[in-house]
């Protein structure tokens, strides 16, 4: 190779180096400002109390502000339709639960999965089968029992028609053989605080919204949908071991606007993962009735797609319809 060619070749390799550095600073530099987490549920609900922790660790991790916004409504269809068209910069992201999914079923204007890009799912929560601590009914049995002598009777809140306590009211009546009268709420909190008060008999609202209630001795647990005993509620038996073989609940992650790029996806979804080894944030969402569970970008998806899959099971299969009740 002649000198001059070999200079050519030089500069090139020169230029090039400079590019993947520059390159390299840019992507090192996100997020360099603040960022918004949309909540399409309430403040105080399963996912609220889930997400803050997770951004204020995000924002001390990232040096940037991670600011929280809860945009309630429709169960879950406004706040998600606004993480859904959001800017696709990497500065937007929000929660996700089966209730988007089962949106579809419900409203003719709901949030599509295909419109998002999954960055990382956080926990898992099982479903309860839970009474007012004055409720005549001390064990499943007597509750199940009763129900199928008063079909339609027993008032179970739920967080909106088509959400995810809704589905496990009607998977849970399918297997029990039962037929429960549905109440919508607008949220899981103001579900709970409808069976706090007396206004309905029962919930199937998952462990963490209900499980401080337990522990005051407001409410009582009858039974978990989970796999094993919860290891806080041991006395509480699972419905599997009662003879009802129903293992159901919600999941919660994060999701940003389609668009948003490889390199974002990544940045998120390793801060979201590092998050969750925290001892202090596994330690409180342990007590706050969560099972941890962390799934990147490519596992979430597969998630969320197990999920699409077993929804359209529940309607076109098994003739579940999601109506108003």
Excluded: C
Aim: no cysteine; charged share 20%.
């Amino acid at each position: 190779m002649n000198t001059k060619r070999m200079k050519n070749s030089l500069i090139v390799l020169l230029v090039f180096a400079i590019m993947l550095s520059a390159a390299g600073t840019v992507f090192a530099a996100y997020p360099e400002r603040s960022v918004k987490i949309i909540i399409p549920w309430s403040v105080g609900g399963m996912t609220d109390v889930l997400t803050r922790p997770i951004a204020k660790w995000l924002e001390d991790y990232f040096d940037v502000p991670f600011v929280v916004e809860n945009k309630p409504g429709g169960s879950g269809i406004i706040g998600s339709l606004l993480i859904e068209n959001a800017v696709a910069d990497g500065y937007v992201f929000g929660t996700t639960s089966m209730s988007t999914v089962s949106a579809q079923y419900v409203s003719p204007v709901y949030p599509k999965m295909e419109n998002v890009e999954p960055l990382a799912q956080a926990i898992t929560i099982p479903a309860t089968v839970t009474v007012n601590a004055d409720s005549p009914w001390k064990t499943l049995e007597e509750y199940v029992s009763y129900a199928k002598a008063n079909p339609g009777e027993i008032k179970n809140s739920n967080s909106g028609i088509g959400a995810s306590a809704h589905i496990s009211a009607i998977v849970f009546e399918d297997k029990a053989g039962i037929e429960l009268n549905h109440i919508p709420y607008v949220a899981y909190a103001e579900a709970v605080v409808a069976l706090l008060g007396g206004h309905v008999d029962s919930t199937n609202i998952p462990l963490p919204d209900v499980a401080p209630h337990i522990e005051a001795g407001k409410l009582r647990m009858l039974a978990i949908a989970s796999n094993e005993r919860h290891p806080d509620f041991p006395d509480v038996p699972t419905l599997k071991e009662l003879g009802i073989d129903v293992v159901m609940g919600n999941y919660s992650g994060f999701v940003a606007p389609k668009g948003i790029t490889k390199e974002q996806i990544k940045v998120l979804e390793e801060g979201i993962g590092e998050a969750l080894q925290d001892p202090e944030i596994r330690n409180f969402l342990i007590g706050a009735g969560f099972q941890p569970v962390y799934l990147n970008a490519e596992e979430f998806a597969k998630k969320i797609k197990d999920t699409e899959d077993s929804l359209d099971y529940l309607v076109n299969e098994l003739g579940i319809e999601f109506v108003d009740d």
